[in-house]
């Protein structure tokens, strides 16, 4: 099983960044994608999730940390494997180790995380 995450950098406040986790290893359809981040000297903290469609009849549900509501959004692409987060309007506080999380039932993996510097 591995979560590669990709994406991140250095980028100006107000600027954008779109991070990119590349699954493999289990059926990633079946599973929950999330964003976690953690800050220097913070607990990690989750960002950003989304449902994988197949038990909500509906779709797709997304869910989002106040902090980044209307800024970053939430996507995955099951046939490439890959969850997206879409972060814009970037601001220092958003400065992070940036981690994805695939969790089904009792099943749960993590990526090795990417750095997101905000910074001017």
């Known amino acids: 099983v591995q979560l590669v995450e990709s994406g991140g950098g250095l980028v100006q406040p107000g600027g954008s960044l779109r991070l990119s986790c590349a699954a493999s290893?289990?059926?990633?359809?079946?599973?929950?994608m999330s964003w976690y981040r953690q800050a220097p000297g913070k607990e990690r903290e989750l960002v950003a999730a989304?449902?994988?469609?197949?038990?909500?009849?509906?779709?797709?549900?997304?869910n989002y940390a106040d902090s980044v509501k209307g800024r970053f959004s939430i996507s995955r692409d099951n046939a490439k494997n890959t969850v997206y987060l879409q972060m814009n309007s970037l601001k220092i506080e958003d400065t992070a180790v940036y981690y994805c999380?695939?969790?089904?039932?009792?099943?749960?993996?993590w990526g090795q995380g990417t750095q997101v510097t905000v910074s001017s």
């Open positions: 999380k695939a969790v089904r039932l009792l099943s749960e993996y």
């Open positions: 290893g289990f059926t990633f359809s079946n599973y929950v």
């Open positions: 989304i449902t994988s469609g197949s038990e909500i009849s509906a779709g797709e549900m997304t």
